[in-house]
C-alpha cells in the first residue's frame, strides 16, 4: 500500500511561481514511476508531467519549459515546480504513484489533491 499527501497548492496571480510537494509513504517509492496528473473544472483528469524510478521526464505540451517535475528518493517526494503560471493552470492537481518504475505503468495509487488557483 501506498499513501500519497500532496501540498503546496493555493492563490496565484498570473506569471507566478507554485512549488506542489507529494509526500508518499509505503514501500519501494524510489523504484516506482510518479505523476502529476491535474483536473480543470468541468473536464477531465489529464496528465501533466511523470518521472520514472531512474529519472526520466515527460510533460504534457502545454507545461513544457513553465513545468519541472523532480523527485528526492531520500525524503520519499516528487515536486511539481510550476513557473509562468496561466489562468488555464487552474485546476485539481493530483500526485499518482505507479507499482512499477517505467512509463508503461499505470498509476495505481493517488493522492488527494490540491487545489491551484490562478487568478489576478
Known amino acids: 500500500q501506498v499513501q500519497l499527501v500532496e501540498s503546496g497548492g493555493g492563490l496565484v496571480q498570473p506569471g507566478g511561481s507554485l512549488r506542489l510537494s507529494c509526500a508518499a509513504s509505503?514501500?519501494?517509492?524510489?523504484?516506482?514511476?510518479m505523476s502529476w496528473y491535474r483536473q480543470p473544472p468541468g473536464k477531465e483528469r489529464e496528465l501533466v508531467a511523470r518521472?520514472?524510478?531512474?529519472?526520466?521526464?515527460n510533460y504534457a505540451d502545454s507545461v513544457k519549459g513553465r513545468f519541472t517535475i523532480s523527485r528526492d528518493n531520500a525524503k520519499n517526494t516528487v515536486y511539481l515546480q510550476m513557473n509562468s503560471l496561466k489562468p488555464e493552470d487552474t485546476a485539481v492537481y493530483y500526485c499518482?504513484?505507479?507499482?512499477?518504475?517505467?512509463?508503461?505503468?499505470?498509476?495505481?495509487?493517488w493522492g488527494q489533491g490540491t487545489q491551484v488557483t490562478v487568478s489576478s
Open positions: 499518482g504513484a505507479a507499482p512499477y518504475g517505467t512509463f508503461s505503468s499505470s498509476v495505481t495509487y
Open positions: 509505503g514501500s519501494s517509492f524510489n523504484a516506482r514511476a
Open positions: 518521472i520514472s524510478s531512474y529519472g526520466s521526464t
